[in-house]
């Protein structure tokens, strides 16, 4: 049961985490979805997760813009 919730969660975490976005709003939206996914995965607070996981992407990406094309 628990492999059935795990799958489709780590799906779209990964299509998350393969997509940077142009502009800082949808840096934020893509990486607030990835941490969603690892929160639900790991069994963190999901806000705590989404937080964390946009910071990161729009850091990542605005540190590094050549990486995220």
């Known amino acids: 049961m628990r492999c059935s919730k795990i799958f489709p969660v780590s799906f779209v975490a ?3 985490l ?5 502009t800082i709003p949808e840096q934020a939206i893509l990486g607030g979805a990835a941490g969603v996914g690892g929160a639900v995965v790991v069994g963190a607070p999901v806000l705590t997760g989404a937080a964390i ?5 729009v850091a990542y990406c605005q540190l590094g813009p050549g990486k995220c094309k």
């Not at 393969?18 to 142009?22: E, R």
């Not at 996981?53 to 992407?57: F, S, V």
């Open 18 to 22: 393969a997509a940077c976005g142009d």
């Open 14 to 16: 990964m299509t998350a």
């Open 53 to 57: 996981g946009a910071a990161g992407n």
